[in-house]
Each structure stands twice: as C-alpha cells, then as structure tokens.
C-alpha cells in the first residue's frame, strides 16, 4: 500500500523559512511526477511547484524567487523549501506523486496536508 506522509509544516514569523518533506512508501516499482499543492477550506487547489522524473521544475508565479523544489529518488523523498513566508502562504499544504506500485499501473497518490501558517 503506497503512501505519502508529509512533514515539516508549522508556525512561522513572515519572511522565515520552512522546509516541507513528503517521502513516499510501500512495494514501489518507480515514481513518475512529484508536486506540492495548497488548499485550505473554501478556497481553489493550487499547484504551488512540480518536479518531474528527471528533474525539471515549475513554481507557481506567486511563490517564484521564494520556494525551491527538489527531490531525492534513491529515497523517494520530495521537498519543498520555503524561504521569505509571507502570511498569504499560509495553507495546507499536500503532496501529490504519480506513482507505480509493484504489479499495479500508474496511480495519483496524496498525501494527508501538513498545515502552513504565517504571521504577520
């Protein structure tokens, strides 16, 4: 059974720092798209970064300059470094990861959201 398990959020002062962690486990065979997304209760999904399987990243417009993705694929870790927060940031955050388990085809796993807040 295939899981994403999220670490890292928290409380922060504007313009600090976090650095979210997602690692993924279970019986995996590969890991295809890894990505953060935010949605608090109310509000729109939406994608904050993405990394693909070799690496190439998008940020979102409104977090460019500010976040950093990466991931470690011996590990099956991705992260997301949060530098100069700002209250506007504060959200749940989620790990999302396209994954293929052993005998099983491609599947969009999630994980269960790491609360982010920022104070002003």
């Known amino acids: 059974q295939v899981q994403l398990v999220e670490s890292g959020g928290g409380l922060v002062q504007s313009g600090g720092s976090l650095r979210l962690s997602c690692a993924a486990t279970?019986?995996?065979?590969?890991?295809?798209?890894m990505a953060w997304y935010r949605r608090a209760a109310g509000k729109r999904r939406e994608r904050v970064a993405h990394?693909?399987?070799?690496?190439?990243?998008q940020l979102a417009d409104s977090v460019k300059g500010r976040f950093t993705i990466s991931r470690d694929n011996d590990n099956n870790m991705v992260y997301l470094q949060m530098s100069t927060l700002l209250p506007e940031d504060t959200d749940i955050y989620y790990c999302?990861?396209?994954?293929?388990?052993?005998?099983?085809?491609?599947?969009?796993?999630w994980g269960q959201g790491t609360q982010v807040a920022v104070s002003a």
């Open positions: 999302y990861s396209n994954i293929r388990e052993v005998l099983n085809p491609w599947v969009n796993y």
């Open positions: 279970g019986n995996i065979l590969a890991i295809n798209d």
């Open positions: 990394i693909s399987s070799t690496g190439q990243t």
